[in-house]
């Protein structure tokens, strides 16, 4: 069977990243850099799951390059904001976020 595409736009604690990368064909953001507009409609292209973070423009003019294939979208963080939902949910793609995944790390700084 073939894995599913996993794109990855950056870096994610290094445990997350190794399970990603046993589980699924995965491509990890190795620079840590925000991804362009081209870069991230590259990415819908060949994913079948996108995982975003808040810094990621998600916008009608990137979706609009997504493979028929691309079901989900998951923000790693919380809120959604940089994502156009609207142009998502028409093209049947799930968007799913993280809240709370940095409330450990804010009462570790407290």
């Known amino acids: 069977a073939q894995k599913i595409k996993v794109v990855v736009t950056r870096r994610l604690p290094s445990v997350v990243e190794l399970r990603l990368k046993e ?3 995965t491509t990890l953001n190795e620079t840590d850099e925000p991804m362009s ?12 799951v996108l995982v975003s973070t808040v810094t990621d423009k998600i ?31 028409q093209r049947g793609i799930t968007v799913t976020n993280t809240p709370g ?10």
């Open 59 to 89: 916008d009608g003019r990137v979706l609009a390059h997504a493979n028929e294939k691309l079901r989900l979208i998951a923000q790693f963080g919380a809120g959604v904001d940089n994502i156009d939902l609207q142009s998502a949910t």
């Open 37 to 48: 507009q081209g870069a991230l409609s590259d990415a819908v292209a060949e994913a079948d």
């Open 23 to 25: 589980l699924f064909d």
């Open 101 to 110: 995944v940095l409330t450990e790390d804010t009462a570790d700084m407290t």
